[in-house]
């Protein structure tokens, strides 16, 4: 494809990243040293996975923030918002208080990126991952993805115009 997915959506993801159409890998994670998130608890629901490299970093902050401010435009679509980066549940404690984020967000701590592995989105040469973004549909097909240059947000747009595609199909028959 020319960097577009078969909606039109452009992509702009790592070679090895997993292609719309494809299955999401599950996953189970810490969001807190009690609790754990799985993507199957999303299941009869959109859910956006968002990657990010690290808590703390300028843009990553950034982009988390915006994400915090869509999340009543998600809620219209009753799509779930979770965010993996490969820190650990205290400091993402401490950041999501920080920054006043109210979506979970999951550590792949350990293994180290695992995940982000399964997905094609870990960036070995760092440990940390890529900003990629993944929106997959109540059946856990992923039907839009992007991955933004390493200082760069991605943004929000993308996101709603995948979940605007997806209301406009309906559920699957």
């Known amino acids: ?92 404690l401490a950041f999501a208080s920080d920054r006043r984020l109210e979506f979970p967000l999951l550590a792949d701590f350990e293994p180290k990126g695992a995940v982000a592995r399964a997905y094609g989105v870990y960036r070995g040469q760092d440990g940390t991952s890529e900003r990629a973004i993944f929106v997959i549909d109540r059946e856990g097909i992923i039907r839009w993805s992007y991955a933004a240059p390493v200082g760069i947000s991605p943004g929000a747009d993308g996101i709603l115009t995948a979940l605007e595609a997806m209301q406009a199909k309906g559920p699957p028959p």
């Open 1 to 92: 494809m020319d960097g577009r997915t078969r909606s039109g959506l452009p992509t702009d993801l790592p070679r090895s990243a997993l292609p719309v159409g494809s299955r999401a890998p599950g996953f189970v994670l810490p969001s807190s040293p009690q609790q754990t998130v799985s993507l199957g608890d999303f299941r009869g629901q959109p859910v956006v996975v968002a990657f990010y490299p690290a808590d703390w970093c300028p843009i990553c902050a950034d982009h988390l923030a915006l994400l915090q401010e869509i999340l009543s435009e998600l809620g219209r679509f009753n799509a779930a918002l979770v965010a993996i980066s490969v820190d650990g549940v205290f400091c993402h």
